[in-house]
């Protein structure tokens, strides 16, 4: 991972910055499976802290957090926790999924990164985003660049010193000149942006 970050910095210098200010980001793994794509779910458009929240009352009412947990309530109840009635929708689709295996997380370790996001956004309610984000966090490929995170965008646009933040379609050209290593730069800018959002609040 070190040597990851340290190529990066060769490629753009900004990075080597935050990487000295702030020294290297800190591990964004999570473990597989079920529970992680779920929580991936309730975090889908919201802050962290509404999304940590309304985990929180999730975990606590599943006991569980599998397939048979989720399925065993209906979406009223899903939503008492705090669940949209989207996200309750696509709770269910992920837990049948998982229970009738049609997905399953053993399978998408031997595939490329084209080929896992393929499997994953079969599942109602998986987007590109999500399947970025399990690959990057959960089965840590390098050259992951989730171009629809709108903190990576904010954080690119500070870092970078653009005029305004880019779109998703800007994200992709604005990468190219880092692979193999757009997952590092992923946690560079999410690191810088992190440590922007303090400083502006401050400010």
């Known amino acids: 991972m070190e040597d990851g970050f340290r190529q990066l910095a060769k490629l753009e210098p900004r990075f080597g910055t935050v990487l000295r200010r702030h020294g290297?980001?800190?591990?964004?793994?999570?473990?597989?499976?079920?529970?992680?794509?779920?929580?991936i779910i309730v975090q889908?458009?919201?802050?962290?802290a509404s999304a940590d929240a309304i985990w929180r009352r999730l975990r606590r009412g599943l006991r569980t957090a599998n397939p048979d947990a989720v399925l065993a309530m209906d979406e009223a109840t899903l939503r008492g926790f705090g669940l949209s009635r989207q996200k309750a929708a696509y709770?269910?689709?992920l837990a049948e999924a998982v229970a009738s295996g049609a997905l399953n997380?053993?399978?998408?370790?031997g595939l490329a990164d084209e080929a896992v996001i393929d499997d994953l956004v079969?599942?109602?309610g998986i987007g590109r985003w999500t399947a970025e984000i399990?690959?990057?966090a959960v089965m840590q490929r390098?050259?992951?660049w989730p171009a629809a995170d709108v903190a990576l965008m904010e954080g690119a646009r500070d870092l970078l010193d653009l005029p305004e933040r880019p779109n998703i379609k800007e994200m992709g050209p604005l990468a190219e000149p880092w692979r193999p290593f757009r997952t590092f730069a992923a946690r560079v800018i999410w690191l810088h942006y992190r440590h922007m959002t303090k400083r502006d609040t401050a400010g």
């Open 91 to 93: 709770a269910h689709s």
């Open 122 to 124: 079969q599942i109602k």
């Open 105 to 109: 997380f053993r399978k998408l370790r």
């Open 24 to 39: 290297e980001p800190p591990s964004r793994q999570r473990r597989g499976g079920f529970e992680t794509v779920l929580k």
């Open 142 to 144: 390098p050259d992951i």
């Open 134 to 136: 399990y690959l990057l």
């Open 44 to 48: 889908q458009q919201v802050s962290l």
